[in-house]
């Protein structure tokens, strides 16, 4: 009788994360980031529920503090525990109406994102979609992102497009040898 309260209790708790009001999964990734073991384990078993009640909601909620939170530790625990979340699905299993998003969301981020510890993460997150996504051609918003990124006037945009590049390029690199010359010519300017 007290497993099924406790776990009626994260029920719904974990729903409170995927609900209307992000203040409660903002809460939560501060309390998965707490040194006290007892606040920390307790996030770890809301969470947790979540994972498995409820990805797909919790997947857009990251992203969307991803994109939307002004602090950058934020930022940084949305795509570390996206990106986790991503990896334990295979992405064709997930809805092409949340595919859409994630992919919508982690364009506008590369274009905007400013801290170099989340923009680290950032390409990490972005790289694994990406991996599921480039061999059948189906982010061309990527592709494009990734050459326009090289000619930028802002070093931030650059860098993540050459740090997209060092990690997908030699997986893919049937993908980009049209764009050689470009590519070459970016990778050259870092001397």
């Known amino acids: 009788m007290a497993s099924m ?3 009626e209790t994260l029920e719904m708790q974990a729903k409170k ?7 409660h999964l903002i809460n939560l990734l501060y309390d998965l980031s707490s040194s006290d073991n007892t606040v920390r384990s307790n996030a770890e078993s809301v969470y947790n529920c979540c994972k ?5 909601s919790l997947s857009i909620g990251l992203a969307y503090l991803l994109r939307g939170s002004t602090m950058p530790e934020t930022r940084t625990m949305s795509a570390l525990l ?4 991503l990896t334990r699905f295979r992405w064709p299993q997930i ?3 949340i595919q859409d998003t994630l992919k919508s969301i982690c364009i506008e981020c590369l274009e905007t994102e400013t801290s170099p510890e ?3 993460n950032l390409c990490n997150l972005v790289s694994d979609i990406a991996k599921n996504l480039l061999p059948r051609f189906e982010w061309p918003e990527l592709q494009s992102f ?6 930028s006037g802002l070093s931030h945009v650059r860098e993540l497009g050459l740090l997209l590049f060092i ?15 470009t590519i070459h010519a970016a990778f050259s300017r870092l001397r």
């Not at 498995?52 to 797909?56: A, F, G, K, T």
């Not at 990734?146 to 000619?151: A, G, H, Y």
């Open 5 to 7: 309260q406790h776990f």
């Open 17 to 23: 994360l995927v609900g209307d009001e992000p203040v």
């Open 52 to 56: 498995r009640e409820y990805p797909y």
């Open 82 to 85: 996206l990106r986790q979340l």
């Open 95 to 97: 809805q092409s109406q």
């Open 118 to 120: 989340v923009s680290k």
């Open 146 to 151: 990734m050459l326009t990124s090289l000619s």
């Open 167 to 181: 990690e997908l390029i030699p997986h893919y690199a049937e993908i980009f040898s049209p764009h050689v010359d």
